[in-house]
């Protein structure tokens, strides 16, 4: 398995370069400056997630930072999910999971909808017709724990992607 920092030498400087683009290079390491708000987050993540199925859970933090586009948050999360004995087929078909829904439960597609639409507030509101289809899936204390899951991802893809959080390094079990 090669890692971000496996590189390989052309054979001659005129030969096309297999070697990986360089990484972004990360802009603040926010959590070691702001330990205390680094540690309220990690708190409110695990409250957040009581109560979910932790393959629902992983599923929902994957869409949302596919959405944001934090590649940190992809990382840790794919990772979670495989440990979670997540299918490596329904993570790759994620991104498509509209095109896909038949590897998916009707509360996982409940799930994944409510999740593009808190994350993705363009008109400004989750339509009705989202949140009533979650809401008739989910017992409300699930929902509850679901819509938290949900915003505390998408606060955790704020700092990824703000501070350039660097993936490839992370191993499940780990916090950021």
């Given at each position: 398995m090669t890692t971000q920092t496996d590189t390989h030498t052309p054979a001659s400087p005129s030969a096309p370069s297999d070697a990986y683009a360089p990484a972004v290079p990360q802009r603040l390491a926010w959590a070691k400056l702001a330990p205390e708000v680094y540690k309220a987050m990690?708190?409110?993540?695990?409250e957040a997630?009581?109560?979910?199925?932790p393959k629902l859970y992983e599923l929902v933090k994957i869409r949302a930072s596919q959405l944001n586009h934090c590649a940190f948050c992809l990382d840790m999360h794919t990772k979670d999910a495989?440990?979670?004995g997540e299918s490596v087929q329904r993570?790759?078909?994620?991104?498509?999971w509209e095109e896909s829904r038949h590897f998916y439960t009707e509360k996982e597609l409940a799930a994944l909808e409510l999740t593009e639409a808190v994350t993705v507030l363009t008109?400004?509101?989750?339509?009705?017709?989202?949140?009533?289809?979650a809401a008739a899936l989910?017992?409300?204390a699930e929902l509850a724990q679901l819509i938290a899951a949900i915003t505390v991802i998408n606060a955790w893809n704020r700092f990824g992607v703000t501070c350039r959080l660097t993936p490839g390094n992370y191993r499940p079990g780990q916090h950021g």
């Open positions: 990690i708190r409110l993540d695990t997630k009581k109560g979910l199925d495989l440990a979670a993570i790759v078909q994620l991104d498509a008109d400004g509101f989750v339509p009705d017709e989202v949140y009533d289809k989910f017992e409300e």
